[in-house]
């Protein structure tokens, strides 16, 4: 644990030397793409976007200079499963990118989907030094925080304080200046397997690059797809990839909880793939053309040329009607979205005042998804899209590329996070911790 904190802390400092620079780059390492963002900070806010209100609002200070994505290599359910590929890819994306922008980078922001990731709640509490809450005293309550017996193999991927308690006055978000004796804190505590880090690490490292800080994609998905309403009063972010569905929510503008469903876009692509036995490339090329979920009555008459180059001309001229294609894939898209209703009930989602579900990623755009989703998941469910950032191409618009865009606000706006203050009591006590949904229902 300290040797992360540690880590965490000179990553930081990292961010904060590459943003002084004025160049950092962002990279998104998924199953079935890997993207990569060249981001500059000029410092500069344009005039006519002084008095615009809207998206591009506070987000003047950075434009995005290169993009570059290409197919992944390497990754499987989100983790990194051969090293060797993954480098290259990573190598050629971040190349792309910089050829683009005309500039070299030296720091680079990364996230993934894998790693399976756990949500715990943490609390503490102690009393201030002077009876006015000051950055030693943040420090004191955080580090007064017991931590959960996560296991050896497991490290602590973001540390939240959510919410700040003082004697009588709760839902504070910073208690800095507050006058007060007892100091409590709630923390949203979110661990992954250390191996998917080291693996990041190691292919940053072997690109000639420093690694200047990490994320979850289910949390930078959710930064860019929720509009602050739904970060401040409830919401949750379903993040839908190739090889693995992420969801995080949001409570007061903090992420409450974290996990992912083992499946993705792609399981839907082997499900075509094996289902009309053609291959995956084909597979996915039917599924973006004529995908969807809700089958009418039109449908048994629209003719989906299969096509093929075996030889074989009774093969390759075969056809199947579009409601045979959405039996294929409706199967999956269902498990997948079962899934997710589990994880939002384990995480005590009915109890926030509001169940807005967003859904994003690329594996959403199949046509209708918003519309099964909203009968299996029971909530109000709209499709999201990345906010828009100066600089980004409209091919980049797209829910695909939620995730790094998101982690481009990450990388310009970081949210406090533990690391973030000099602890000066480490009790890093291990005790068994209580189920999330008890901890949201007693905290809000």
């Known amino acids: ?98 050829k683009m922008a005309g500039v070299r980078v030296d720091h680079i922001i990364a996230c993934f989907s894998g790693g399976r990731p756990r949500s715990y709640g943490l609390s503490g509490s102690s009393v201030t030094q002077n009876g006015m809450v000051d950055t030693r005293d943040i420090a004191n309550v955080l580090g007064s925080c017991e931590v959960p ?16 308690s003082l004697d009588n006055k709760n839902g504070l978000l910073d208690p800095s200046g507050q006058i007060g004796k007892n100091l409590s804190v709630d923390m949203h505590l979110l661990t992954v397997d250390s191996s998917s880090i080291e693996a990041i690490l190691h292919c940053v490292k072997r690109c000639d690059l420093e690694l200047a800080g990490i994320a979850s994609s289910a949390y930078v998905s959710a930064i860019s797809s929720l509009v602050e309403d739904e970060k401040e009063i409830g919401a949750a972010c379903v993040d839908m990839g190739g090889g693995t569905t992420g969801v995080s929510v949001f409570l007061k503008n903090h992420m409450v909880y974290g996990d992912f469903v083992k499946m993705g876009g792609d399981h839907i692509t082997s499900d075509i793939s094996h289902g009309l036995q053609i291959p995956i490339n084909l597979a996915e090329r039917i599924k973006n053309l004529n995908g969807g979920v809700l089958a009418t009555g039109m449908d048994d008459r629209e003719s989906i040329q299969i096509g093929g180059d075996t030889g074989d001309w009774e093969h390759d001229k075969r056809s199947v009607t579009r409601s045979e294609l959405i039996g294929i894939i409706r199967p999956r898209v269902e498990e997948i979205l079962e899934g997710v209703r589990e994880t939002l009930l384990s995480a005590g989602f009915e109890f926030l005042p509001s169940q807005r579900i967003v859904l994003t990623g690329g594996a959403s755009q199949i046509p209708g998804l918003d519309q099964l989703a909203a009968k299996i998941l029971g909530q109000q469910v709209r499709m999201g899209r990345p906010l828009r950032v100066r600089g980004l191409p409209q091919a980049a618009s797209a829910p695909g590329f939620s995730a790094v865009v998101g982690l481009a606000l990450f990388a310009a706006y970081p949210q406090d996070e533990w690391w973030d203050f000099e602890l ?21």
Not at 14 to 42: E, H, N, P, Y
Not at 430 to 437: A, V
């Open 149 to 164: 017996q996560y296991g050896s193999n497991r490290d602590a991927l973001h540390a939240h304080p959510v919410n700040f």
């Open 424 to 444: 000066t009591n480490k009790n890093y006590a291990e005790r068994s911790i209580k189920r999330m949904t008890k901890w949201l229902r007693e905290n809000w």
């Open 1 to 98: 644990m300290t040797n992360l904190y540690e880590t965490q802390r000179a990553m930081r400092q990292a961010r904060k030397i590459a943003i002084q620079r004025g160049v950092i780059a962002v990279l998104d390492v998924g199953t079935s793409k890997v993207a990569c963002f060249v981001l500059k900070f000029d410092g500069v806010k344009p005039r006519e976007l002084e008095d615009s209100v809207g998206s591009m609002v506070g987000q003047a200070d950075f434009r995005i200079i290169g993009v570059s994505t290409i197919k992944s290599r390497g990754v499987k359910f989100g983790d990194i499963d051969i090293i060797r590929e993954t480098e290259r890819a990573i190598r050629t994306a971040v190349q792309a990118a910089q």
